[in-house]
């Protein structure tokens, strides 16, 4: 069954340093997102990603943050000046199509510590 | 404002048995809902998902009832099993975003 593949499992940083989280979304689908999930809270949306630019964002998603799709497969998430409190996990996900309920495949996920 | 996917956040069920989890919902302009499923460590996995136009949507071991007068989900899971441990979400989508709530914690007993 495709996946979609996260790496690192786990990255931790220093305070102020910039890392970029990788993820390769499932080959055919169109529709690509970020999600955080701070220990023991909700997951929350960050950014939806189509046709090669941000559609949707959400307020957590400052100017310390940004997307790509560098080479066609990979869909990265970079955090320009990590603080404490990025400390998440972050999952990626893609969709194959314009309609929710064609489902989301979530990957397994990027535990991020901020030391 | 709009509070979604409200859930119970613990229940604890007898390995075997039947588990129900519930799940409120306040916006009455949602017409998809999705039923997703986190094991410690790992992403949310689908498990099933209704339209607005169903009451009830059966899968493998699995049944989602959608009362849309009440604004109420539940999602039958049945024999349960160990594996079957984890954090069960309602997620109705606002446009492409899903909205998680804080899910119910199932554990299974032996």
């Known amino acids: 069954e495709p996946e979609v593949t996260q790496t690192p499992s786990h990255q931790v940083t220093q305070m102020g340093q910039e890392v970029i989280l990788r993820c390769v979304p499932i080959?055919?689908?169109?529709?690509f997102y970020w999600y955080r999930q701070i220990l023991g809270q909700k997951v929350e949306f960050l950014v939806s990603f189509y046709n090669n630019e941000i559609s949707e964002k959400s307020e957590i998603f400052d100017d310390q943050f940004s997307v790509e799709r560098p080479d066609g497969s990979n869909f990265t998430l970079k955090i320009r000046s990590t603080k404490l409190e990025d400390s998440a996990m972050y999952f990626c996900?893609?969709?194959?199509?314009?309609?929710?309920?064609?489902?989301?495949?979530f990957g397994s996920g990027t535990r991020l510590t901020v030391v | 404002g709009e509070s979604v996917g409200l859930h119970l956040p613990t229940l604890s069920v007898q390995e075997g048995d039947n588990s129900i989890i519930n799940c409120a919902y306040s916006n009455s302009a949602s017409d998809y809902f999705i039923w997703y499923k986190q094991e410690s460590g790992k992403g949310p996995q689908f498990i099933i998902d209704i339209r607005s136009n169903m009451d009830k949507r059966q899968g493998q071991r699995v049944t989602v009832l959608l009362n849309k007068t009440v604004k109420h989900l539940s999602l039958q899971i049945a024999a349960t099993q160990p594996g079957d441990s984890a954090v069960y979400f309602c997620?109705?989508?606002?446009?492409?975003?899903?909205?998680f709530g804080s899910g119910t914690q199932l554990t299974v007993l032996p």
């Open positions: 080959s055919n689908h169109l529709y």
């Open positions: 997620a109705p989508p606002l446009s492409r975003q899903l909205t």
């Open positions: 996900a893609s969709m194959p199509g314009q309609a929710v309920n064609y489902g989301y495949t």
